[in-house]
């Protein structure tokens, strides 16, 4: 188990993560699927942000509406009154991630950051409302997390994007290759084009950096319980009742 490198990583690892609030019921994102994820325990949520044309922070994955909600249209492109009309799998509506923010006051929020546009406005939220102990700013984009840390100074915690993490897959391996500071844990899927990311050497250099080593998105029971054998601090998943069951099975649902 590494150091606790950020307030917002004070719980005990393994942190069980509600991806997208659990996206397995086809409410993902949603206030609802929150709720329930919050009713079965959980504490840290993973979810997305995109801006609207009048820069209003939407919790939603997709670029645009059409996969899973009865609209269609990018969300960059269109103004909140409208995208507050669309409704995910017919009856949900996207919410605002401000609104999420102020609904779950006792829940940590991994934040996945799709665009250059909603940098600014989820610094400007996090500073606005004193959240800097409850979200960490991740994106696949590195570039995107500079700028984050650049607007927001070293209060912000953030995960590494895609450059980061080859970084640290080089240093496991005893080649040199620039990381950057500042990142408080590497989150990060078990294999990525068919080359694995997380092994026991990953976890080890992690560990050896301070960082904290989430993996996503994480189903089945048997793939959890190998990803806790070799040691990582955090899974994120759909299927909560599985991850809730083989955490609880550990002794390590907190």
């Known amino acids: 188990?590494?150091?606790?490198?950020?307030?917002?990583?004070?719980?005990?690892?393994?942190?069980?993560?509600?991806?997208?609030?659990?996206a397995a019921d086809g409410l993902e994102n949603t206030a609802a699927a929150f709720r329930r994820a919050a009713g079965l325990g959980y504490r840290y949520f993973?979810?997305?942000?995109?801006?609207?044309?009048?820069g209003r922070l939407v919790a939603f994955h997709d670029a645009t509406l059409d996969r899973v909600t009865d609209a269609r249209g990018r969300i960059h492109d269109l103004?909140?009154?409208?995208?507050?009309?669309?409704?995910v799998a017919g009856s949900e509506p996207l919410p605002l991630f401000e609104d999420l923010l102020e609904e779950f006051p006792g829940a940590r929020w991994n934040v996945d950051v799709k665009a250059a546009p909603a940098v600014l406005p989820l610094i400007d939220l996090i500073r606005r409302t004193d959240s800097w102990d409850r979200v960490c700013v991740g994106s696949f984009s590195e570039a995107r997390l500079t700028r984050a840390v650049r607007?927001?100074?070293?209060?912000?915690?953030?995960?590494?994007?895609?450059?980061g993490v080859l970084g640290l897959r080089l240093?496991?391996?005893?080649i040199p290759a620039p990381v950057r500071p500042?990142?408080?844990?590497?989150?990060?899927?078990?294999?990525?084009?068919?080359?694995?990311?997380?092994?026991?050497?990953?976890?080890?250099?992690?560990?050896?950096?301070?960082?904290?080593?989430?993996?996503?998105?994480?189903?089945?029971?048997d793939r959890m319980e190998a990803l806790l054998d070799l040691g990582v601090d955090g899974i994120m998943t759909d299927q909560l009742e599985t991850l809730r069951t083989?955490?609880?099975?550990?002794?390590?649902?907190r």
């Open 79 to 87: 103004p909140w009154d409208e995208v507050r009309r669309a409704r």
């Open 246 to 253: 083989v955490f609880t099975a550990r002794g390590v649902w």
């Open 151 to 163: 607007l927001a100074g070293p209060r912000l915690a953030t995960s590494y994007g895609v450059r």
């Open 171 to 174: 240093r496991s391996y005893g």
């Open 46 to 54: 993973e979810t997305d942000v995109h801006t609207t044309a009048d």
């Open 1 to 22: 188990m590494t150091r606790v490198p950020h307030p917002y990583l004070d719980r005990p690892a393994p942190i069980p993560f509600a991806h997208r609030g659990g």
């Open 182 to 221: 500042g990142a408080v844990c590497a989150q990060v899927p078990e294999t990525r084009s068919g080359i694995r990311v997380v092994d026991e050497r990953f976890v080890r250099m992690a560990h050896a950096r301070g960082l904290q080593v989430h993996v996503w998105t994480v189903n089945e029971a």
